[in-house]
């Protein structure tokens, strides 16, 4: 299926999906008895699980009007700090609180949008000054605007950091912990005043050989030519990216589902079964998840090829075979920027030991200013959202951030 043809089919099912809904408008109506017997709740369950799979989901977004810090209730302005055609970065401007304590979080440019780390920054914005970069949809971008590769990525997080200044953290969760690692070693060997003040990378493929998982065997068993040949498209007409090369959102999509999908289907069963019994926060919780999990970017073609050859492929920077603008990367020019690596013991996305490689790559930074820590009962996920971030990961975060201001 190409992206047209993927195109009109979604746009055919979405109108399905009103039918359906106008349809459960009816049949839920305050004043419609059948509602509120057995049937009408099983025809109600039915026709939103309907609504749920025949929908177009669109980027959500962060919403986060107002935190608590020491108990009192602060307004949360969201403002877009620096643009640009393949990003933006948004700054969660706390109202009344002093600019301290700056954290620029790269979100992964890989499928989902950053509002997926919704969590993370509602979790770090009591104690940080939050700023995070958010991607642009590739068939958002006009073709005129050119392309975007793997340096682009590393130049752009080393424009944001020089945008935003001295004494900035740096923190990265998955697939740009690559590219944060890159970023960090030119500007010290710049010996630049944008060197991170801290460096935290969190479930990130450093090392692609420690404990490969299935993401990596997928790599690795296909050929470069499978990957421009299969999973590469073109945006179709009635986009402003029109006859962009991309690596669709839904394909990116459709490989997560794969992975686990006896899981998925299972959330819907459970999903199907709170409706009929009116357990209404558990449905909540289901419908929060999938409208955020479910909306998806494209990614510029010669970004996503360009990282499976180096990073899962060739694992560039385990062999010291990385390069920025055709220039070796220095990595032992990092000498003063302390490192934390956080890894989840039941990743199945990112192995163990593949982020804490970057120990031992960052071998000029004492190791008194080093930390790797591995989060127990955490998956790929659970590093950077849910419970175990909040109660544990997050703290140990904000700890280390604060020890070296």
Request: hydrophobic share 35%.
């Amino acid at each position: 299926m190409n992206y047209q043809a993927y195109d009109y089919f979604t746009r055919g099912t979405y109108i399905m999906h009103e039918g359906f809904s106008l349809l459960n408008d009816i049949t839920n109506h305050p004043s419609n008895l059948f509602a509120h017997t057995i049937p009408g709740r099983i025809t109600r369950a039915t026709l939103e699980t309907a609504m749920r799979l025949t929908q177009r989901y669109e980027k959500l977004g962060f919403n986060i009007d107002e935190i608590k810090i020491n108990n009192k209730r602060v307004k949360v302005k969201e403002e877009i700090a620096i643009s640009k055609p393949f990003c933006e970065v948004i700054h969660f401007n706390r109202m009344g609180v002093k600019d301290d304590h700056k954290v620029l979080l790269v979100a992964p440019l890989s499928g989902h949008f950053a509002t997926l780390l919704k969590g993370t920054v509602e979790a770090l914005l009591p104690d940080h000054e939050i700023y995070v970069t958010d991607w642009t949809d590739a068939r958002e971008v006009p073709l005129d605007e050119g392309p975007f590769t793997f340096d682009c990525y590393v130049s752009y997080l080393i424009d944001f950091m020089e945008q935003l200044g001295p004494n900035t953290h740096l923190m990265a969760i998955c697939q740009p912990t690559v590219q944060a690692l890159i970023a960090t070693a030119v500007l010290a060997e710049r010996k630049s005043e944008a060197v991170p003040k801290t460096l935290t990378l969190m479930a990130g493929p450093i090392d692609c050989s420690k404990n490969p998982t299935r993401v990596n065997e997928f790599s690795q068993k296909h050929p470069m030519s499978w990957f421009k040949n299969v999973a590469i498209m073109t945006v179709p007409n009635g986009y402003p990216g029109e006859g962009r090369q991309v690596y669709p959102g839904f394909m990116q999509l459709g490989g997560f589902i794969s992975m686990n999908q006896q899981a998925h289907m299972k959330k819907y069963q459970n999903f199907f079964q709170n409706l009929v019994f009116g357990e209404e926060e558990d449905a909540d919780r289901f419908r929060a998840f999938y409208d955020e999990y479910l909306a998806v970017l494209d990614i510029p073609a010669e970004f996503y090829l360009e990282t499976i050859e180096r990073v899962f492929k060739n694992n560039d920077i385990a062999r010291g075979a990385i390069t920025y603008q055709g220039n070796p990367v220095n990595f032992d020019a990092i000498d003063n920027t302390p490192l934390l690596t956080v890894e989840g013991a039941d990743d199945d996305i990112c192995g163990l030991g593949q982020t804490e490689a970057a120990q031992q790559i960052c071998k000029s930074v004492p190791k008194n200013m080093r930390k790797h820590h591995v989060q127990q009962g955490a998956g790929h996920y659970g590093i950077f959202s849910g419970s175990k971030f909040r109660q544990s990961v997050r703290p140990l975060i904000t700890d280390f951030i604060h020890k070296y201001e």
